[in-house]
T-cell receptor
Framework: GESVGLHLPTLSVQEGDNSIINCAYSNSASDYFIWYKQESGKGPQFIIDIRSNMDKRQGQRVTVLLNKTVKHLSLQIAATQPGDSAVYFCAEIRFSRFYFGTGTSLTVIP | GAGVSQSPRYKVAKRGQDVALRCDPISGHVSLFWYQQALGQGPEFLTYFQNEAQLDKSGLPSDRFFAERPEGSVSTLKIQRTQQEDSAVYLC???????????????FGQGTRLTVV
């Protein structure tokens, strides 16, 4: 079936460490991928996106890696801060739809 | 406003009641999406508008769900004869351009939490 899923439902990291959140997808016909951050009681907030013909894209403190061979996406957060605590979703974009995974809950320990 | 605004923030409905959820997208945004998010889950697509045209409504779970965007700006999601399984957060998102296009960020509202009792 078509799905976007996450390897780890929860992740705890020490403040200042780097975080890596992983995502697997099963449909190779997607246009691109987006990482979203969702804090409690709020809507998802765009972090970074990557087109399907790219391998890597960098933003401010974040890097997204796309491995199409194994259909794997990762989000790396450098120097994780307490404000990074949230649920992170990868979303696969096909046609006019976002397909969201279940999410990974990131907790930053001060 | 500066962002996507949804109202009400919370809605409690008795089973069988009709509800209407409102979304005010960012002014000038072409694309508008509705998503349903169950507790502990990722958002699930409901429907997509490009201006006033509803281009994709295949995610609406039943004919009790109806969405409109008559003037290409404000949108309303209506749920008739609500059932307990309709309890969820309903998210609206808007985007400046038509979808899909890289760097076309979709901005989400805070959602309406619907509880059917």
């Amino acid at each position: 079936g078509e799905s976007v899923g996450l390897h780890l439902p929860t992740l705890s990291v020490q403040e200042g460490d780097n975080s890596i959140i992983n995502c697997a997808y099963s449909n190779s016909a997607s246009d691109y991928f987006i990482w979203y951050k969702q804090e409690s009681g709020k809507g998802p907030q765009f972090i970074i996106d990557i087109r399907s013909n790219m391998d890597k894209r960098q933003g401010q403190r974040v890097t997204v890696l796309l491995n199409k061979t194994v259909k794997h996406l990762s989000l790396q957060i450098a120097a994780t801060q307490p404000g990074d605590s949230a649920v992170y979703f990868c979303a696969e974009i096909r046609f006019s739809r976002f397909y969201f995974g279940t999410g990974t809950s990131l907790t930053v320990i001060p | 406003g500066a962002g996507v605004s949804q109202s009400p923030r919370y809605k409690v409905a008795k089973r069988g009641q009709d509800v209407a959820l409102r979304c005010d997208p960012i002014s000038g945004h072409v694309s508008l999406f509705w998503y349903q998010q169950a507790l502990g889950q990722g958002p699930e697509f409901l429907t997509y508008f490009q201006n006033e045209a509803q281009l994709d409504k295949s995610g609406l779970p039943s004919d009790r769900f109806f969405a409109e965007r008559p003037e290409g700006s404000v949108s309303t999601l209506k749920i008739q004869r609500t059932q307990q399984e309709d309890s969820a957060v309903y998210l609206c998102a808007s985007s400046l351009n038509s979808f899909p296009r890289l760097n076309t960020e979709a901005f989400f509202g805070q959602g309406t939490r619907l509880t059917v009792v």
